[in-house]
């Protein structure tokens, strides 16, 4: 696609209840990038995938955090037992993983996730 | 451990005017710094890239400093438009397990009114 499209752009839940986000990256792309912004904060890092595998998960807050990436193209973030603090901005972001200053990320829209 | 501030935290200024954004970093080890802009609703977007070695990078009417022994960037918009209404996001690249990690500050919220 064109660039990197997340669904659903919003998402109302109750507390407790299960959610999954899904990010379509840019065609490509071998990386993948999760991240989370509450309100008036910067995106902060959960997880980077290159290719199928999770390289760095270091930034899931807790074992109720998820992500997947089966084929190495899309990837769906889960969430388990969701809490009010879990509302908040998921962002999604992708680059073609060469590294180097020039690799550079390219934003989704966001999915809003609200927890009541 | 690995900072990134920004002042002011938000800003308002008249349409034609003149600003400048402050970011101060911690981030060790440093690949190089970008200058990000998020619109509402929106993800960010990148608007300059600079490595340690360069002083200035200039973007339109975007332009951004960075003195890496004092770890401080600066953003300068000049002639703001309406358009300019977002928060601008100071990101420093840290390298860790050979990808660019990417650390945000908080942003600076820029209302530009007519």
């Known amino acids: 696609g064109a660039g990197v499209s997340q669904t659903p752009s919003n998402k109302v839940t109750e507390k407790g209840k299960y959610v999954e986000l899904r990010c379509d990256p840019i065609s490509g792309h071998t990386a993948l990038y999760w991240y989370r912004q509450s309100l008036g904060q910067g995106p902060e890092f959960l997880i980077y995938f290159q290719g199928t595998g999770a390289a760095d998960d270091s930034g899931l807050p807790n074992d109720r955090f998820f992500a997947v990436r089966p084929e190495g193209s899309v990837s769906t973030l889960k969430i388990q037992r969701t809490e009010r603090g879990d509302s908040a901005v998921y962002l999604c972001a992708s680059s073609s993983g060469r590294g180097g200053e020039t690799d550079t990320q390219y934003f989704g829209p966001g999915t809003r996730l609200t927890v009541l | 451990k690995n900072q990134v501030e920004q002042s002011p935290q938000s800003l308002i200024i008249l349409e034609g005017k003149n600003c400048t954004l402050q970011?101060?970093?911690?981030?060790?080890?440093?690949?190089?710094l970008r200058w990000y802009k998020q619109d509402t609703g929106r993800g960010p977007v990148s608007l300059t890239i600079?490595?340690?070695?360069?002083n200035t990078k200039s973007n339109g009417r975007y332009t951004a400093t960075l003195d890496a022994d004092t770890k401080q960037s600066s953003l300068h918009i000049t002639a703001s438009q309406l358009s300019d209404s977002a928060s601008y996001i100071c990101?420093?690249?840290?390298?860790?397990?050979?990808?660019?990690?990417?650390?945000f500050g908080a942003g600076t919220r820029l209302a530009v009114h007519p």
């Open positions: 970011c101060n970093y911690t981030v060790s080890p440093f690949s190089n």
């Open positions: 990101v420093v690249i840290g390298l860790s397990g050979g990808y660019n990690k990417l650390i």
């Open positions: 600079m490595t340690f070695s360069e």
